[in-house]
């Protein structure tokens, strides 16, 4: 059983569309709540640069159709919040469901990704597809009902897979649709503290600028808010009798007054944590920042960070056995090497998994409508027939069309095998993501470190040139 949300994304108060995409992705890619990733699967994009490619879908579309992105009514992208019940699908189940859903959902014209989430008892999918289409010259069509028709999609799905599903999911005495909470654990609902950190964390997804923002959202959510004295701060849904404070004792780790606001000004993550720091980071151009109207305060504290990264730096070298540059050097670009190798390599599995894909969907569409092109063939192509059976003549075409294209005339393959193929290519595609993801992790590090160790030998790219040559 699997309830759905359809989320709209505009542009953030104050944020560019760059940085609107990206900090809503960050919070899905989470990798403390994907298992370091491994439960991300993606359609016609990178996950690791997914908010550039829609960026660069935009600015097609600007080009191909004359348009410009709205800057304040122009939406960015969609998000799908798909939840299941507890125990009734392992993580990788809830995402290969979720992956099954964007595809039909999107029918395979918009790049998405789907990142299932397995930091609560109940495991769920963030699926977040582009608005505008893989040719660049439309975009998605958000139309009236189209979460009840979401909804009816996933509940298809959820029964193909053997999955229960809700058939009555509005509320018998209100007419309303049921929170997703009141369906976990079977009929059982969230307890109200459950229920309030669930919202709070929908309300921080949508990034809000300040405390008050955040109050005005989780109001709109329905939850009557409460400031009490010494800045505490409670909350009440529909139909509870007491308020909830607002702290960490009642809720939980993340959950306090502080907690929230450290999220809000970017000083935690969403998840409660706090961000985990690089081993090591960029020193400061001092100079430059000076030059730039920055004053003494800044210049005295840039000091003792450029100290305590270069000491960071010094570390790391000796950690890993690089105490010459040309070792430095070599392995940076070993490592630049093969980050390049893999991201290449995942494109390519991606592209053999399309065509799979699009071979599994005609084979499908070609089953199902093999008799009734056999009618209009038999009936001598009478346009009588043809315009009482077009979608399924149509659709019947479409798959000719592909295994036109895909086969170039070889035999038919079988679905069973077909459906093997999927299996292999998606641990595959896993298993290179994972050394993808520790490869650029790698990368950034060696490359930090090196930038660093010029920038305190005052090398030009002259003199990189000539040490890397030694």
């Given at each position: 059983?699997?309830?759905t949300?359809?989320?709209?994304?505009?542009?953030?108060?104050?944020e560019?569309?760059?940085?609107?995409?990206?900090?809503?992705?960050?919070y899905?890619?989470?990798?403390?709540?994907?298992?370091?990733?491994?439960l991300?699967?993606?359609?016609?994009c990178?996950?690791?640069?997914?908010?550039?490619?829609?960026?660069?879908s935009?600015?097609?579309?600007?080009a191909?159709?004359?348009?410009?992105?709205?800057?304040?009514?122009?939406i960015?992208?969609?998000?799908?919040?798909?939840?299941?019940?507890?125990?009734?699908?392992?993580?990788?189940?809830?995402?290969?469901?979720?992956?099954?859903?964007?595809?039909r959902?999107?029918?395979?014209?918009?790049?998405?990704?789907?990142?299932?989430?397995?930091?609560?008892?109940?495991?769920?999918?963030?699926?977040?597809?582009?608005?505008?289409?893989?040719?660049?010259?439309?975009?998605?069509?958000?139309?009236?009902?189209?979460?009840?028709?979401?909804r009816?999609?996933?509940?298809?799905?959820?029964?193909?897979?053997?999955?229960?599903?809700?058939?009555?999911?509005k509320l018998?005495?209100?007419?309303?649709?049921?929170?997703?909470?009141?369906?976990?654990?079977?009929?059982?609902?969230?307890?109200?503290?459950?229920?309030?950190?669930?919202?709070?964390?929908?309300?921080?997804?949508?990034?809000?600028?300040?405390?008050?923002?955040?109050?005005?959202?989780?109001?709109?959510?329905?939850?009557?808010?409460?400031?009490?004295?010494?800045?505490?701060?409670?909350?009440?849904?529909?139909?509870?009798e007491?308020?909830?404070?607002?702290?960490?004792?009642?809720?939980?780790?993340?959950?306090?007054?502080?907690?929230?606001?450290?999220?809000?000004?970017?000083?935690?993550?969403?998840?409660?944590?706090?961000?985990?720091?690089?081993?090591?980071?960029?020193?400061?151009?001092?100079?430059?920042?000076?030059?730039?109207?920055?004053?003494?305060?800044?210049?005295?504290?840039?000091?003792?960070?450029?100290?305590?990264?270069m000491?960071?730096?010094?570390?790391?070298?000796?950690?890993?056995?690089?105490?010459?540059?040309?070792?430095?050097?070599?392995?940076?670009?070993?490592?630049?090497?093969?980050?390049?190798?893999?991201?290449?390599?995942?494109?390519?599995?991606?592209?053999?998994?399309?065509?799979?894909?699009?071979?599994?969907?005609?084979?499908v569409?070609?089953?199902?409508?093999?008799?009734?092109?056999?009618?209009?063939?038999?009936?001598?192509?009478?346009?009588?027939?043809?315009?009482?059976?077009?979608?399924?003549?149509?659709?019947?075409?479409?798959?000719?069309?592909?295994?036109?294209?895909?086969?170039?005339?070889?035999?038919?393959?079988?679905?069973?095998?077909?459906?093997?193929?999927?299996?292999?290519?998606?641990?595959?595609?896993?298993?290179?993501?994972?050394?993808?993801?520790?490869?650029?992790?790698?990368?950034?590090?060696?490359?930090?470190?090196?930038?660093?160790?010029?920038?305190?030998?005052g090398?030009?790219?002259?003199?990189?040139?000539?040490?890397?040559?030694?």
């Amino acid at each position: 059983m699997a309830t759905t949300r359809l989320i709209i994304h505009h542009i953030s108060k104050g944020e560019s569309i760059a940085q609107s995409l990206a900090d809503r992705f960050d919070y899905g890619q989470n990798p403390d709540k994907t298992q370091q990733g491994e439960l991300i699967s993606s359609y016609q994009c990178d996950v690791e640069t997914a908010d550039a490619e829609f960026l660069l879908s935009k600015a097609k579309y600007k080009a191909i159709t004359g348009r410009e992105q709205k800057k304040d009514a122009d939406i960015l992208c969609y998000q799908i919040r798909q939840s299941f019940v507890p125990g009734e699908v392992t993580p990788e189940e809830a995402n290969r469901i979720g992956y099954e859903t964007a595809m039909r959902w999107t029918k395979g014209k918009y790049a998405f990704f789907v990142a299932t989430h397995v930091d609560r008892k109940h495991f769920h999918n963030h699926i977040y597809y582009n608005s505008t289409a893989l040719d660049c010259t439309r975009k998605f069509n958000n139309f009236w009902g189209s979460s009840f028709a979401l909804r009816r999609l996933s509940d298809r799905i959820c029964i193909e897979n053997g999955l229960s599903y809700i058939a009555h999911p509005k509320l018998k005495s209100k007419g309303k649709y049921k929170h997703y909470g009141q369906w976990l654990d079977g009929n059982k609902p969230l307890t109200f503290q459950e229920r309030l950190k669930a919202q709070i964390d929908t309300c921080l997804s949508e990034k809000p600028a300040s405390m008050e923002e955040f109050f005005h959202a989780m109001e709109a959510a329905g939850y009557e808010v409460k400031q009490g004295r010494g800045d505490t701060v409670s909350f009440r849904a529909e139909g509870q009798e007491r308020f909830t404070r607002l702290r960490s004792s009642t809720l939980g780790t993340g959950y306090g007054l502080e907690d929230i606001q450290a999220i809000i000004e970017g000083r935690a993550s969403p998840s409660g944590g706090h961000f985990e720091p690089r081993k090591v980071n960029l020193i400061i151009d001092i100079q430059s920042r000076m030059r730039s109207g920055k004053g003494p305060a800044y210049e005295r504290w840039a000091k003792v960070f450029n100290l305590k990264q270069m000491a960071a730096t010094l570390q790391y070298l000796q950690e890993n056995n690089l105490l010459e540059y040309s070792q430095l050097a070599e392995k940076t670009a070993q490592a630049v090497d093969r980050f390049h190798t893999l991201s290449d390599k995942i494109k390519t599995i991606e592209v053999t998994a399309n065509t799979n894909e699009d071979l599994m969907a005609a084979t499908v569409d070609y089953a199902k409508t093999r008799t009734v092109f056999e009618g209009y063939k038999a009936a001598k192509y009478s346009r009588k027939y043809y315009a009482e059976h077009e979608g399924d003549i149509e659709l019947h075409r479409a798959a000719q069309a592909t295994f036109k294209r895909i086969l170039s005339g070889a035999k038919l393959p079988k679905m069973d095998a077909l459906k093997a193929e999927r299996q292999r290519l998606t641990a595959e595609k896993n298993a290179a993501y994972r050394e993808y993801r520790a490869a650029k992790k790698s990368m950034q590090e060696l490359i930090t470190a090196k930038a660093n160790i010029d920038h305190l030998l005052g090398l030009t790219d002259t003199r990189k040139n000539k040490e890397m040559e030694r």
